[in-house]
């Protein structure tokens, strides 16, 4: 064999690799423009794409029927760079878990948060992660759920506009982000501990 062969052979061993190294979760935190800018700047992070999960309609659409969905966003990650608990770790502090109509300025059922897990593991992660944001609120009642996994739609064609739109839209991201007082929201709840 002959060195170009050997490299073409290595190359592809090492972009296999990579993509199988690859881990995806998928969280619901109210607008996944917030969501996906937040997940983004996370280190180990290599895609965010928002989109819909956890309904029964086929294709939904931002302005079309997406009932039942929540708006979502699936994070493409590099466990050996970022594990999956701080990912969670990562969601609570970007949430407002208390809000059981949706979350800051958004309100309804689209707007919920969510863990969706994919397995076992995911699960027990979840709920571990889950308890311990309870025992820090004690008075207070957690209502985000760990939900199984379902499809995830992304935000495509006329409507994907939505796809990073706070790096694409920086000045109407932001207007709307302080406007809905996610941020003010987060500190509230978590202090320093809120990444914004």
């Known amino acids: 064999m002959n060195h170009k062969a050997i490299l073409i052979l290595t190359v592809s061993?090492?972009?296999?690799?990579?993509?199988?190294?690859?881990?995806?979760?998928?969280?619901?935190?109210?607008?996944?423009?917030?969501?996906?800018?937040?997940?983004?700047?996370?280190?180990?992070?290599?895609?965010?794409?928002?989109?819909?999960?956890?309904?029964?309609?086929?294709?939904?659409?931002?302005?079309g029927d997406h009932t039942g969905h929540y708006e979502a966003v699936e994070i493409t990650y590099d466990p050996d760079k970022v594990s999956y608990q701080k990912l969670l770790d990562h969601f609570w502090v970007n949430i407002d878990p208390f809000d059981d109509r949706g979350q800051f300025c958004?309100?309804?059922?689209?707007?919920?948060?969510a863990i969706f897990v994919a397995d076992e593991q995911e699960q027990a992660i979840a709920e571990q992660s889950k308890r311990v944001v309870e025992a820090q609120f004690p008075d207070q009642e957690v209502v985000t759920p760990i939900l199984d996994a379902a499809t995830f739609y992304p935000i495509k064609g006329e409507?994907?506009?939505?796809q990073d739109y706070y790096k694409n839209n920086p000045v109407r991201y932001n207007f709307y982000r302080w406007n809905c007082g996610r941020d003010q929201r987060l500190k509230q709840i978590w202090g320093d501990k809120a990444t914004h």
């Open 106 to 113: 958004d309100k309804g059922p689209s707007y919920l948060s």
């Open 159 to 162: 409507e994907s506009y939505h």
């Open 13 to 63: 061993a090492l972009l296999g690799a990579t993509d199988v190294a690859a881990e995806k979760a998928v969280l619901a935190g109210g607008c996944f423009w917030c969501m996906e800018a937040d997940f983004e700047k996370l280190e180990g992070v290599t895609d965010v794409v928002s989109g819909f999960t956890g309904g029964t309609a086929e294709n939904p659409t931002y302005n």
